[in-house]
């Protein structure tokens, strides 16, 4: 009996603790609801915006090609009875460097002038003939007619004939022959390759952003591969507009090369130097936000985070330029830029 008695004891003191500990527990999550919240402050590192002098330079890739080239292709067909170049050889402008067979239309060429000193002795003739009534107008005319006939099948039996002998157009070195002596070739058959070589074009491209700084008359710097020595060119060229893809701007130099050293065709790395900037403003690349459409930097105004769309230039190692956007003085966050929300408080260790 006394086991029972303080089991009925015993219950009633588990049932108030057990609601005391209830009591409490559902008054805590009330004060944390009630509780002020802390500001979302960000603690990043700053950067001041200063001017300073800076010469940069801007490297592209480049491709060297021939002053002047063409593949030659005779404008008829026919056989091949001389060819008088060396391949790989510098050939001269009006050399004459194949010839095909022409004796038909030699032939041709010698009739129209016979049958034309024929007419010219008619005509003097019908002339007098004319002055003393001995034939009519129309005669002397008809001869007239057909004088002027043969000039012009002389004339295109001549074009023709200059069209079986192939020359030089310019100087330069011929390469390798394509044709052999007796083949018959057709305007379509390529004959070998005619380079201009003593000066070459270098073709690259820069960002539209430094048209300004591509003039021509502008001397560039640049290597090839295979070769430790540095070579230079003089822009000429600069394309009217830019490529609306990639936004980039075609520029021409020319290159001297009357030793040689340069083949067409070779790729070049070519430096383009700028201007000397007395007051540009560099700032930690880590620092620029990049976006689907624009670059941008989170600027301090006010201890708040404010989004600034920027115009960047060149980049160096660690920096980069920027060309509109900031000004001197600015304040930047360098750190937990990825986190940064526009109107966001920061929190700048400097």
Do not use: W
């Not at 600069?238 to 490529?243: H, L, M, N």
């Not at 936004?247 to 009357?258: H, P, S």
């Not at 600027?299 to 060149?314: C, D, E, H, P, S």
């Amino acid at each position: 009996m006394k086991f029972i008695t303080m089991n009925y004891i015993t219950f009633p003191i588990i049932i108030i603790i057990a609601c005391s500990l209830i009591s409490c527990n559902s008054k805590k999550p009330e004060e944390e609801i009630n509780k002020p919240s802390k500001p979302n402050v960000l603690n990043a590192e700053g950067f001041i915006v200063k001017a300073q002098p800076f010469q940069s330079d801007y490297t592209a890739s480049g491709s060297l090609l021939a002053n002047e080239e063409i593949q030659i292709l005779p404008e008829v067909s026919g056989r091949v009875t001389s060819i008088t170049f060396n391949e790989g050889t510098q050939v001269k402008k009006g050399q004459v460097l194949l010839t095909i067979y022409n004796d038909d239309i030699k032939a041709q060429v010698q009739k129209s002038i016979a049958q034309r000193q024929l007419q010219v002795k008619i005509k003097d003739r019908q002339a007098e003939l004319l002055r003393i009534g001995g034939i009519s107008q129309q005669d002397y005319e008809t001869t007239t007619a057909q004088i002027q006939s043969i000039d012009a099948d002389l004339a295109y039996s001549e074009a023709q004939l200059r069209k079986t002998t192939i020359i030089a157009p310019f100087d330069g070195r011929i390469g390798i022959r394509n044709v052999s002596l007796g083949a018959v070739i057709t305007p379509a058959t390529i004959i070998a390759t005619l380079q201009q070589t003593r000066i070459l074009k270098m073709d690259f491209t820069i960002p539209d952003q430094y048209r300004d700084e591509v003039i021509a008359g502008k001397k560039v710097t640049f290597t090839v591969s295979g070769s430790l020595d540095t070579f230079s060119g003089t822009i000429s060229a600069i394309e009217s507009s830019a490529d609306a893809v990639t936004r980039t701007l075609k520029v021409r130099a020319l290159v001297q090369n009357e030793d040689h050293k340069l083949v067409a065709g070779s790729f070049t790395n070519v430096v383009i130097p700028f201007e000397n900037n007395m007051n540009a403003l560099l700032i930690p690349s880590q620092a620029v936000i990049p976006t689907d459409r624009d670059k941008e930097v989170a600027v301090i105004k006010g201890g708040k985070a404010k989004l600034v769309t920027v115009k960047i230039g060149t980049r160096t190692n660690d920096k980069v330029e920027i060309i509109q956007g900031l000004i001197a003085g600015d304040t930047i966050i360098t750190t937990g830029i990825m986190q940064v929300k526009q109107g966001m408080s920061v929190k700048v260790h400097l």
